[in-house]
């Protein structure tokens, strides 16, 4: 057994288990899609152009090359808003006329082998008539910008506004008003398995089966089924291991809907394994943002409204499902973070340019969002000379429920309770006296801090309320205790990484009085799975785990009804322990595995009084928890180089109820480290034509282990009423704090110089060119 | 699409007899030719360390070496990390310090610190977190692979 190496108690939920994943992906017994053969491979040839009219394709004589001219009858990409004054773009499935960013596909060249269909997709000759790109937002925006897509001109594809009927009131009466102008440069989620898809034709039924890395089975299979016009049962989508997704395997790929219809054109299996440099240039991007933040404080330096305007580079094509307003909108409903301000105002734009499409990626709009609003805080406490702790102290809420100014309910958390926790355990006086004693050995470090909020676990509402068409939300868990008396709960999430095969058994254990090692969770297979909206969005351990306990709490009733027939007990004697259940205060027992063979074989015994087999299904859509923390970064700055050392990073947090502490904390590390990659190293970067100058990963620069520092974690648990498992989602959070922590404290070891860094990545480059501006340094 | 050569590889102490191109990766043959598929091909550009084998004792990067000069050396994989079901402590130790999340970049991981170990069993914490730099993992956040594989050192010196 999976024997508890940590936490105390009775109770499976609260234990550090180890995973029940493990013993597979630490044998090499992992199955990641690339690892199956197949039949035909398939390149695709991809535009080296970022804006032009699509000419000629002509391929080698006597090869197979799929161009969109093949693809009669299959529809765009085209996912909806209906709010918003969203404007619809269609994304062909390979190139029609026009194209629109570096890598996007043109044409599908299908060999025996990956080596022949490179070969041959390096013969394909494709004429494009070039016409100047659109590679930045600001550029889409100006008067006379050439439109991404004819259908809308001036390139804005959606455009949310907010504004409080008394903000301009309030406004007026400021004290001081502090502003932040943040740049937050593009950036790719980098799963370490790229993407990768494989598709086989099934003779004999006439159906496919889709393989692929995604986060979100279901979705791909309703997406593809729609795009291609097939019946959805004759799709199955499996996603079997899954190399990391953070975001970037939640939308539907162009490839994936190639790889299908070849396989039923040509009545076998087909595959494709991205490359990391089409991973890099032409798979999803994000984080492409200006934002404009403006803070009107009272004479206390009490935070009274915010204006926010929000310039979202959404690429080329609007991602399926979510669209092109997950980012703007994401940051229009949260940019008021964990602070108490009831006047806001905001103005959210998505705009199309010639780059690739963004889509999420780990946390989406928070780390920009909350990057913005801390480096304001920071400003704002320069600006009444305060410390930053307490101008925080004096503007995070602290009564719960709080509805903010845009409607959103924050249920119970600690946001002054992890601050002073923060500042406690690190020590902030003993760190000041360290500070000014290194600055006069001529050696610059500096603290800083981000405190924030994680909306997790929402459902359909919460989503709805962007108005999206698809409105994804809710979770099915299908429990079934089977006739040998092994449990078997199969889920809609699909993880990939997040140990929610051990989690879920956790919960479940302990409501059906058995061990987790006899909990089988199925995923990522529409065919064995339920339907659900799969992993993404600190969700499923909150949803899924919710319709976990829903189902556990069924099948526990009827164990118990099928308990008192066999032992002839009232239903409120029986306990349900150790994979038995007893009457309470006698030696009298029967296991669940004979009872679960009853309930199929015996059932005449109930006479009609329980219905047979021992299958229940639970289903969740929570309203959504807010998670919170504050996280610490201790860094140095290397005034000759630009280099950032991050030496401390400290996390006070707290997402309510932990089910599995190792895999919490491993959550939480793994987002950290994230958040300092992008906080000071991860930065696609594009030419003036459209081409993308960091196409593998020394040159993207994902960190290293060198780049981690020593991470301390302290967590507190409240306990939510949002969730019925008590538990808040947390994937996401290490990856929102860490960039607004790192900036701060990089602006405080480098305040003697009166510079002040509003970019991420802070790169070397740019620490040096804010610090030569100042003539203070060579 | 040109000539092949015939050759052996001997992975975890097995012949493979493959016909393969002379320009077929180590990775692409292990994991195709081979039909061992537990070693990860991450990006192909001799960066993220996911593909690293153990050739003659050296951890290499199995896409930045051709099937051809692999040919006649010993090849482990970690197909060949257990004997049997009596895990290696460097993948016991994986699990319980919690060393992996996704599993992708595990199997390199892992042979890339059984490699070096099994040549210089004292190494420092400082030089290993050099070794473990040279590899990238995007879930982990890299402290329990630290720790995982300064328990799996202590476990292999018994």
Redesign the interface.
């Known amino acids: 057994m999976t024997a508890p190496t940590k936490g105390s108690g009775l109770k499976w939920v609260g234990r550090a288990i180890r995973r029940l994943e493990d013993p597979a992906l630490v044998t090499g017994q992992g199955r990641f899609t690339a690892d199956l053969p197949a039949v035909h491979w398939v390149r695709f040839v991809r535009s080296s152009i970022a804006a032009g009219k699509l000419g000629k394709i002509e391929a080698p004589k006597g090869t197979v090359v799929i161009t969109a001219a093949d693809l009669k009858g299959v529809k765009k990409i085209t996912p909806m808003l209906h709010k918003f004054n969203y404007k619809p773009v269609g994304q062909p499935i390979l190139a029609e006329t026009q194209v629109r960013f570096v890598g996007e596909p043109i044409a599908a060249v299908v060999a025996a082998t990956e080596e022949d269909a490179e070969d041959i997709a390096d013969l394909v000759e494709v004429s494009i008539d070039e016409t100047a790109p659109l590679i930045d937002a600001r550029d889409a925006l100006a008067p006379g910008a050439p439109p991404v897509h004819a259908d809308v001109p001036g390139n804005v594809i959606l455009k949310g506004e907010f504004k409080t009927a008394d903000f301009d009131t309030v406004w007026k009466s400021a004290a001081k008003v502090v502003r932040m102008d943040a740049r937050s440069h593009r950036q790719n989620a980098t799963p370490m398995e790229a993407r990768a898809g494989h598709a086989a034709y099934d003779i004999s039924t006439g159906r496919v089966t889709l393989t692929c890395t995604t986060q979100m089975p279901h979705l791909m299979r309703t997406a593809i089924a729609d795009v291609l016009g097939m019946p959805e049962s004759d799709l199955r989508v499996v996603a079997p291991d899954v190399g990391g997704g953070f975001g970037q395997k939640m939308s539907l790929c162009a490839e994936y809907v190639v790889l299908v219809w070849l396989a039923r054109k040509l009545k076998s299996s087909v595959a494709w394994t991205e490359d990391r440099r089409e991973n890099l240039i032409a798979s999803f991007h994000s984080r492409d943002q200006y934002l404009a933040l403006e803070g009107a404080f009272d004479g206390n330096a009490k935070l009274l409204a915010l204006r926010a305007d929000v310039l979202a580079n959404i690429g080329a094509y609007s991602c399926f499902p979510t669209t092109a307003g997950m980012e703007p909108l994401m940051a229009m409903a949260e940019m008021p973070g964990p602070y108490d301000v009831q006047q806001y105002e905001c103005l959210a734009r998505g705009v199309l340019t010639n780059t690739c499409t963004m889509a999420a990626y780990r946390g989406v709009s928070r780390p920009t969002i909350t990057f913005t609003l801390e480096r304001l805080m920071d400003k704002a406490a320069t600006a009444f000379a305060l410390d930053p702790v307490d101008i925080r102290r004096r503007n995070l809420i602290d009564k719960f429920p709080y509805t903010s100014a845009i409607g959103l309910v924050y249920d119970e958390a600690t946001y002054k309770e992890t601050l002073e926790m923060a500042v406690k355990a690190i020590n902030l006086p003993a760190f000041r006296a360290r500070q000014q004693a290194a600055r006069a050995k001529g050696r610059h470090l500096g603290i800083g801090f981000a405190t924030f909020s994680e909306r997790t676990g929402y459902g359909s509402p919460a989503f709805a309320a962007r108005g999206m068409e698809i409105t994804p939300g809710w979770e099915t868990v299908i429990l079934t205790v089977d006739p040998s008396g092994f449990v078997e709960a199969r889920i809609g999430a699909s993880p990939h990484g997040q140990g929610l095969r051990t989690t879920l058994a956790q919960i479940i254990a302990d409501e059906i009085g058995v061990t987790p090692d006899v909990i089988k969770v199925v995923h990522g297979d529409t065919d064995r799975a339920p339907y659900g909206w799969g992993t993404f969005a600190s969700r499923s351990l909150v949803i899924s785990g919710g319709a976990s306990l829903i189902a556990a709490q069924k099948v526990r009733a009827k164990l118990i009804k099928i308990a008192s027939h066999m032992l002839e007990a009232a239903p409120g004697d029986i306990l349900l322990e150790n994979g038995a259940a007893k009457v309470a205060g006698t030696d009298r027992s029967v296991t669940i595995a004979k009872m679960a063979r009853e309930a199929y074989t015996q059932t005449h015994r109930f006479k009609g009084e329980i219905e047979p087999g021992l299958t229940e299904t639970g289903s969740y859509d929570p309203p959504g928890t807010f998670s919170n923390a504050c996280h610490v970064a201790i860094v140095e700055v290397d005034i000759d180089t630009g280099r950032t050392t991050v030496e401390k990073f400290l996390v006070a947090e707290d997402a309510g109820k932990i089910i599995n502490p190792m895999i919490a904390d491993g959550q939480v590390q793994g987002g950290i480290a994230q958040g300092i990659g992008n906080a000071l190293l991860e930065e696609i970067i594009y030419d003036e034509s459209g081409g993308i100058l960091t196409a593998n990963l020394a040159d993207y620069m994902p960190p290293t282990a060198h780049e981690i520092p020593p991470i301390e974690l302290h967590h507190l648990e409240t306990m939510s009423t949002e969730s019925i498992t008590k538990a808040k989602g947390l994937g996401e959070g290490g990856c929102i704090g860490a960039p607004a922590a790192i900036v701060n404290a990089i602006n405080d070891a480098l305040s003697p110089f009166g510079v002040e860094i509003d970019e991420i990545p802070a790169t070397p480059q740019r620490i040096r060119a804010a610090l030569r501006a100042t003539g203070k340094c060579a | 699409?040109s000539d092949k050569t015939a050759i052996t590889l001997t992975i975890n102490g097995r012949d493979h007899a493959i016909t393969v191109?002379d320009?077929?990766t180590l990775a692409d043959a292990i994991?195709?030719d081979c039909g061992?598929?537990?070693?990860?091909?991450?990006?192909?550009?001799g960066?993220?360390g996911?593909c690293t084998v153990i050739v003659d004792g050296e951890p290499v990067r199995s896409c930045l070496m051709f099937a051809v000069q692999a040919a006649g050396k010993e090849i482990r994989?970690?197909?060949g990390?257990?004997k049997g079901d009596a895990?290696h402590p460097m993948?016991q130790a994986?699990?319980?310090h919690?060393g992996?999340?996704?599993?992708?970049?595990?199997?390199g991981f892992?042979m890339l610190a059984v490699g070096v170990l099994e040549r210089e069993p004292d190494i420092s914490d400082e030089d290993m977190?050099?070794v473990?730099?040279?590899?990238?993992?995007?879930?982990?956040?890299?402290?329990?692979?630290?720790k995982a594989v300064r328990a799996a050192a202590k476990e292999m010196k018994k």
């Open positions: 699409m191109e320009r077929r994991r195709e061992q598929t537990g070693t990860h091909i991450g990006c192909e550009h960066i993220c996911a994989t970690v197909e990390l257990a895990l993948q994986f699990m319980d919690h992996l999340q996704c599993g992708f970049c595990t199997p892992m977190l050099d473990l730099s040279s590899n990238l993992c995007r879930c982990t956040g890299y402290a329990n692979i630290i």
